[in-house]
T-cell receptor, first 114, second 108 residues
Framework: DAGVIQSPRHEVTEMGQEVTLRCKPISGHNSLFWYRQTMMRGLELLIYFNNNVPIDDSGMPEDRFSAKMPNASFSTLKIQPSEPRDSAVYFC????????????FGDGTRLSIL | GIQVEQSPPDLILQEGANSTLRCNFSDSVNNLQWFHQNPWGQLINLFYIPSGTKQNGRLSATTVATERYSLLYISSSQTTDSGVYFCAVEGYGQNFVFGPGTRLSVLP
C-alpha cells in the first residue's frame, strides 16, 4: 500500500517567494496533519483536518501560512511570503477517523529559505 | 497545554543490550503514540497505546494512564534501532503534542 506522499522532497528558495508543499494522504484516511520540525522547537503540530475540514489551526505560526484540503486525497501548505526562519522539515501525516488513531507520516519536505 | 517529558535525553548502548525509555505527561490523555525517527529522518509509528501494554517483536510499550507515564522497552537492541524515539500525546480537547525525544545510539 502507498504511504503518505509529500512533494517536493527538498525546496530551496529565496526570501519573499511563495512556497507550496503538497501532501497525498493514505487512501481511506479521514484525518490529515501538518507538522514542522526544527532543532529549536522540535516537532510542532501546525494544523489538523478531519474529513477535509480544518479542525484546529492554532499551531499555524502566522498569517503567512495557509493550508487547504480541497478533497480527501490532497492537501497543500502554503507560505507567502517566505522568510529564513521558516526553514525546517515539514511533515504531513494521516490517520483513520479522528486524531486518536495511529498516525502515519510522509518522508517530509526539507525547506530552506535563503 | 499538556506537557511531555522524555528520559533519558540520550542513550548509548552496545548491540544486544536492553533499554527502557520513559515518557511523562502532565494531564489525562486519550491518545498516546510512540514514534521512531531513523537517521534518514523518516518517522515511523511504533505504537498507538493510550493505555495498557502492547508488544511488537523486540519492542513493547506500557502506558499507565492513571499515573501519567508510558514506557517503551527495546530488547536485544540492533544498530538499526538507532535514531530518536518520540512520545506524542493528545489530551482531551487539546492538540497532539510531541515530547523532545530520546536519542538512541546502538554501537556494533
Amino acid at each position: 500500500d502507498a504511504g503518505v506522499i509529500q512533494s517536493p522532497r527538498h525546496e530551496v528558495t529565496e526570501m519573499g517567494q511563495e512556497v507550496t508543499l503538497r501532501c497525498k494522504p493514505i487512501s481511506g484516511h479521514n484525518s490529515l496533519f501538518w507538522y514542522r520540525q526544527t532543532m529549536m522547537r522540535g516537532l510542532e503540530l501546525l494544523i489538523y483536518f478531519n474529513n477535509n475540514v480544518p479542525i484546529d489551526d492554532s499551531g499555524m505560526p502566522e498569517d503567512r501560512f495557509s493550508a487547504k484540503m480541497p478533497n480527501a486525497s490532497f492537501s497543500t501548505l502554503k507560505i507567502q511570503p517566505s522568510e529564513p526562519r521558516d526553514s525546517a522539515v515539514y511533515f504531513c501525516a494521516s490517520s483513520g477517523q479522528y486524531s486518536n488513531q495511529p498516525q502515519h507520516f510522509g518522508d517530509g519536505t526539507r525547506l530552506s529559505i535563503l | 497545554g499538556i506537557q511531555v517529558e522524555q528520559s533519558p535525553p540520550d542513550l548509548i548502548l552496545q548491540e544486544g543490550a536492553n533499554s527502557t525509555l520513559r515518557c511523562n505527561f502532565s494531564d489525562s490523555v486519550n491518545n498516546l503514540q510512540w514514534f521512531h525517527q531513523n537517521p534518514w529522518g523518516q518517522l515511523i509509528n511504533l505504537f498507538y497505546i493510550p493505555s495498557g501494554t502492547k508488544q511488537n517483536g523486540r519492542l513493547s510499550a506500557t502506558t499507565v494512564a492513571t499515573e501519567r507515564y508510558s514506557l517503551l522497552y527495546i530488547s536485544s537492541s540492533q544498530t538499526t534501532d538507532s535514531g530518536v524515539y518520540f512520545c506524542a500525546v493528545e489530551g482531551y480537547g487539546q492538540n497532539f503534542v510531541f515530547g523532545p525525544g530520546t536519542r538512541l545510539s546502538v554501537l556494533p
